[in-house]
């Protein structure tokens, strides 16, 4: 879930500075307030998705250790 989060913010990030750079490219140098810091969802989105994805990877390492421990102590599952 958090890195759907995180790419949502980052998507929403992006898009805003490409539309700070087509302005900007367009003559306007008064940008408004609420779009700079919308570009300023783009790292913020990148560090949620980086936490989500360095979380779901723990998650997952701990549950294959955990079911690695439960086969090498079960003695009925060995052939």
Known sequence: MPVRIGMTLFAIGVLAVVVIMVMFASGSHDLP??????AMLAPLG?????????????RS???LAR???DQDSDPGSQP
């Open 33 to 38: 307030l609420w779009l700079n810091l919308t």
């Open 46 to 58: 990148f560090a949620v998705g980086m936490v989500g994805v360095a979380v779901d990877a723990r």
């Open 61 to 63: 390492s701990r549950a």
């Open 67 to 69: 079911a690695t421990a």
